[in-house]
């Protein structure tokens, strides 16, 4: 069973910083898709970065530059480090997973992901 934990959110100033944590177990696929993906209050949710088993990344654009996503293969755990953090960042963080098909490409899409933690939410205050 595929269980995906996320930790590491609170509450901070604008320009601080935070790092959120994704646990995973039970996830046995070589190749694939890890993401952070957010959802703010009446908002959909987007996606905001993701790795692959490759090491490639991908942000969105409200992140360049502010956000990066790692992974510790050891611990098996997906990281998101976020910097000059901003109001309008506040939202629930959820990391997500899906298996690659060989020569698949990875989305920003929160369709093409199977597998969801339950969200940690993260709040700046101006």
């Known amino acids: 069973q595929v269980q995906l934990v996320e930790s590491g959110g609170g509450s901070v100033q604008a320009g601080g910083s935070l790092r959120l944590s994704c646990a995973v177990s039970g996830f046995t696929y070589t190749t694939y898709c890890m993401g952070w993906f957010r959802q703010a209050p009446g908002k959909e949710r987007e996606g905001v970065g993701f790795?692959?088993?490759?090491?490639?990344?991908r942000y969105a654009d409200f992140v360049k530059g502010r956000f990066t996503v790692s992974r510790d293969n050891a611990k098996i755990t997906l990281y998101l480090q976020m910097n000059s953090l901003k109001p309008e960042d506040t939202a629930m963080y959820y990391c997500?997973?899906?298996?690659?098909?060989?020569?698949?490409?990875?989305?920003?899409?929160?369709?093409?992901?199977?597998?969801w933690g339950q969200g940690t939410q993260v709040t700046i205050s101006s």
């Open positions: 997500a997973a899906k298996s690659r098909s060989y020569g698949g490409s990875c989305r920003l899409s929160q369709y093409d992901y199977r597998y």
């Open positions: 790795m692959n088993d490759n090491g490639y990344t």
